[in-house]
């Protein structure tokens, strides 16, 4: 198995609902450096796992919509706490839809799985990682 | 899958037995930098894979009754090579016992994997991985 | 000249004010991780530049009246960006005041100056470091 | 599964052919910090999942072949584009068969699986891993 | 005195000459990971050392006209060895006349000191500090 | 002022004497990742600060007399705590005793300053740093 790393960040605020959390209730924020990480079998003719330009570009855009931003204001995670593997996972599958949509380039179809993390700190990181659906 | 890691380190002394380990027969010691993973399939009703607080404490205890020590001095490691591989495998079943014990809370029952990676300089790391059996 | 640095880390919320900032005039956070570097002339009686289980343990006090909060509503920073290099020279100012008052043992009379280092992703970081005033 | 990791590094100039690269179809190059994982599902007599020096040096052997040079005047990569990706599967194929030539010594033989990773900056890198055949 | 720091990336060709150069008298390449640390001894009317966007932004200008290149080939390095520690002078120097120019901002006048810093490797790096000229 | 740095490591055991020291009064031990930085105000007719295949040979002579070793054991240190600022003003001053001898080139005699630094962990290190006497 191949595979392509590319890291990008995100700084967000927001706040979590649940005992669990202790003071992570109060509204606060975090860094998150995030690493998507796409996986195949084969390389495409090029030599390539991806377009690394292409997957650099579509991470930034994914970003883009969760960057500088209070969480707790978003529509899309209403009625949820937005806890890094939570988000991981949200990145997934933002970052997905757009290799089935063609975003990365028509060999991108060859990508086979797909793992992304977030760095919260130098202590403390979260992952979502999954095959993907034909 | 979703994974949570913490990370904390130990500073501890000792010595090997056998030619293959050259200078390190000698007594010296190491950092390891251990980074514990914890995996499952779903996320508990909080949003988590565990409760980061539980599992940061829980490594720090496991951790603790290795740190600041001469290994060839404890009666657990009697006749072994503590190499960082061992170790790690080491961590990995104190954790596993108190994860089963519900030391990491209820919904800990859920985590599925470990991966315990220990860092011995900049230039060398080791780990074990398992499922946890039921 | 002697240092020791010991690290830590903070995860807050704030906006800022001004159009300089641009997207970051919204409310959204970060994780701070901070290096705490302590220096000295010459070493004290028990071979150290301060007692760093004493440096940690003040750094991690001064760091949780901040942790875990939204900065834009602590009163102590009414009307002020609290911009990354503005937090180094608070958290500078909170350390030099816990020395002079022998919070880090006596022997800490002797430390000649302190850098505060707050890294805020993997690609960007801020500090203040001035001598200690007598 | 144990896992034992080593790290070098290697300076090399390149091109790469084909659109999809852009400006990196000039006469480039890069720096690749080499990671190599070795996996084995039980540990050797000794404790050890391989004797980390021979892996080291068995590393820096394979490094060496490739370090300091022009990969476009390479015969070995005549008519094939030294992507990141490729040149991780390149690292495995010439350390596995040493491992089979019995370099890594004759407990190697026990090793399931490697994994190769090149990190070609502070936000991109690239792997290939596989099972080792019998 | 107060400080901010970005980082950026070059990926670059070129041989060197003279014996003490050894194998890297060859043609070759390396990553290079820039630090740009930017000093002065009183924030700016935002609480901001220098507008962190333009600064990036510059740094990356700069780093551009270096990037994907045969560094043997520009015309201004002929007859230079472009050594680590002679880049960062270089990148040094077209810094610092864009702050004189003013592309960072008028505020960015205040800046009292400069200093670059190029990691090659997990192993080595270089730098270039100097105050600014008036 | 233009600088090169290095890095190398060690792996000791040793113990401390002094209440301070609390836990770490136990003989234990450390790996130390040591960067040597040496600095110059002018580059020598090469473009260089130093010959970087000298000084990672320097350090890494110096490190051999120390790795893998009991540090109470060690005539040179009888009677004193080796922290890890007091192993930084060591290395320091065997690193410059091996440079006023010549070992590092006739070039090095334009070192102005070195600083060591040695990590200890993922969250602490010291250093020392002085001026080269002539």
Known sequence: MYSVSVRDHIMIAHSFRGEVFGPA????GATYV?????RRHELDDDGLVVDIGLASQTLGEVLSAL???NLDDEPDFAGRNTTTEYLARVIFDRISTRIRAGQLGTAAAGIDALRVTL???HVA??????????
Do not use: F, G, K, P
């Open 25 to 28: 209730q109060r509204l606060h």
């Open 34 to 38: 995030v690493d998507l990480e796409l």
């Open 67 to 69: 960057n500088y931003r």
């Open 119 to 121: 760095h919260e700190s």
């Open 125 to 134: 990181a979260a992952s979502y990682e999954s095959e993907l659906a034909d």
